[in-house]
């Protein structure tokens, strides 16, 4: 029963884990208030839910903002690259249709799918390792193609997460509002883990 209900118990354990996804949540939420920051915010977010997969000492808001100041310039070049992408596929996307050549449109989604699948790991890569922009969105994109399923799997965690709960579960919106980014951040890092440590081993 000790090992169960004790301070090493599994629901102390539980119990503080879900403390600390609470607490990430409310800073990660912060840290996004400048919108321009939310590529450095989702950046320390990773950085801590990846130490909490890998169960190791972890101080969630010391190790964010730690990781926030350090990754910031990258991390926000990174996100302003993407709304400025999305922003030109939305113009875009109007101008086909508006023409309707709607033959064009099929490349473009595709096109628009592979980055959606390939930013997924940017900012956990940023998080993880130590590399130039270049390198981090060359070994985002590599993996994406490589590890197909895992980016498949990601994906329909964020929209579930991101867009359907919200949406088609008002009753878990309360409990949403204070872990619906940590948490699915939480869960998507033991597939993150999993997929970097097979390019560490190797």
């Not at 709304?83 to 939305?90: A, C, D, P």
Request: hydrophobic share 55%; charged share 10%; glycine share 4%.
């Amino acid at each position: 029963m000790e090992k169960v209900f004790g301070i090493e118990g599994r629901i102390f354990s539980t119990l503080a884990k879900i403390f600390d996804l609470l607490m990430l949540n409310i800073v990660f939420l912060i840290g996004c208030l400048p919108i321009v920051t939310i590529g450095a915010s989702m950046t320390a977010l990773y950085s801590v839910t990846l130490k909490m997969v890998r169960d190791e000492e972890c101080y969630v808001v010391k190790d964010f903002w730690s990781s926030f100041k350090k990754n910031l310039k990258q991390s926000s070049i990174f996100w302003l690259a993407a709304l400025f992408g999305l922003t030109s596929f939305i113009f875009l996307a109007q101008a086909i249709v508006h023409t309707n050549n709607t033959l064009v449109l099929f490349p473009l989604l595709f096109l628009v799918t592979v980055s959606v699948l390939t930013f997924m790991y940017v900012f956990p890569l940023i998080a993880k390792f130590e590399n130039s922009s270049f390198h981090i969105l060359k070994n985002a994109f590599f993996m994406c193609l490589h590890s197909t399923a895992y980016s498949i799997i990601l994906f329909m965690i964020t929209i579930f997460f991101v867009g359907l709960i919200p949406i088609y579960f008002p009753k878990l919106l309360f409990i949403w509002l204070f872990l619906g980014f940590s948490g699915p951040a939480f869960v998507k890092s033991f597939l993150f883990e999993k997929i970097f440590n097979n390019y560490v081993k190797k």
